[in-house]
């Protein structure tokens, strides 16, 4: 559905993407994630065909975006929906006239409009409330009706650009949930830029790490929390709370991932290793993703155990570091 290949976009002297290649199967969600800088703004826009990459192509929906002519990119630029972080509702239309404004401009029949209008709404849980303002709807209502507005014209794909950032917790549950039912129900392919990992983790089926405009990994999320070198897969499994109740006076603390999948006794071998040198489990933090459970574990080691459970558990392939906070090793 969405393929790069060598993109490359300079700006004077200024590179925002190096040799950037992806590829996102149709009727998945694909979550793209970076540090500011990173070059994730630069990407959407080639994808959208706002930008013309100085190197590559850019393929959405059988289409070369990159070598189509302006009245090309623009004609493909409706095929894609687009949500963003702030909504950008008409205030002075309803939400009703704000989901049928993509339909307008493209001359729909209105009988057509209201029909696709009010499937929208009851889609994006809103039935009833299409007569209602922007200044009379909550921050998760109005990011419905912006996805609804964004799915009117029947897109393929919808990139949605930090469309959680400005919601609350239960509130961006929800979202996500309508998001994911939207993939699946109808199988329109979403692209989503995010600073979130709890986005990443909780719909996307794959993701990419992007860093001063190179791809630093990309792959399925199974894929990528298999890697024990993964700086990504560290980043969706947030790290446990060390406790405040004396246990670690004089221990050193490991910080220890791994991931198991059905039928295997990974954590189990993990819990064993660390026994064998004197060690416990200080707190954990465990997350399904896929088909796989993800466990990260603060171990906490007497000092002559410190090096024989880091070796066994390298080479058992796990990830080991030695925790520190504010550049301190921990409770040393």
Excluded at 37 to 42: E, F, I, W
Excluded at 84 to 102: E, G, K, M, S
């Amino acid at each position: 559905m969405i393929t790069l290949e060598g993109v490359g976009k300079q700006y004077d002297s200024v590179t925002a993407l190096d040799d950037v290649n992806l590829h996102v199967d149709a009727g998945t969600i694909h979550g793209i994630v970076g540090p500011s800088g990173a070059g994730k703004s630069t990407l959407v826009g080639c994808l959208t065909g706002l930008v013309v990459p100085s190197a590559g192509r850019v393929v959405v929906d059988e289409v070369e975006v990159s070598a189509a002519h302006a009245k090309a990119r623009r004609a493909l630029r409706r095929r894609i929906g687009m949500v963003f972080q702030h909504v950008n509702l008409f205030d002075q239309r309803t939400a009703a006239q704000n989901i049928a404004y993509p339909l307008s401009i493209t001359k729909a029949p209105r009988t057509e409009i209201s029909e696709r209008v009010d499937q929208l709404l009851d889609i994006v849980g809103l039935a009833g409330r299409g007569g209602a303002y922007p200044s009379q709807l909550s921050g998760g209502q109005k990011q419905r009706v912006g996805i609804a507005r964004a799915l009117a014209t029947r897109p393929p794909v919808l990139l949605a650009d930090e469309p959680t950032s400005a919601l609350d917790t239960e509130t961006t549950a929800s979202l996500l949930q309508l998001l994911r039912e939207v993939c699946d129900e109808l199988g329109v392919t979403i692209v989503i830029v995010t600073h979130e990992m709890s986005v990443v983790r909780e719909i996307c089926d794959s993701a990419t790490l992007l860093s001063a405009g190179k791809v630093v990994e990309s792959g399925t999320l199974e894929e990528i929390v298999a890697d024990p070198t993964s700086k990504l897969a560290r980043a969706l499994v947030p790290p446990p709370t060390i406790p405040e109740d004396g246990y670690l006076d004089g221990h050193t603390v490991l910080d220890v991932m791994f991931t198991s999948h059905p039928g295997e006794p990974t954590g189990a071998k993990v819990l064993s290793l660390v026994a064998r040198h004197g060690g416990d489990i200080a707190s954990g933090t465990f997350e399904t993703i896929g088909h796989s459970q993800v466990g990260r574990l603060a171990v906490s080691l007497p000092p002559e155990g410190v090096q024989g459970a880091r070796d066994d558990l390298w080479i058992e392939g796990h990830t080991v570091q030695i925790r520190r906070e504010n550049g301190r090793e921990v409770a040393l």
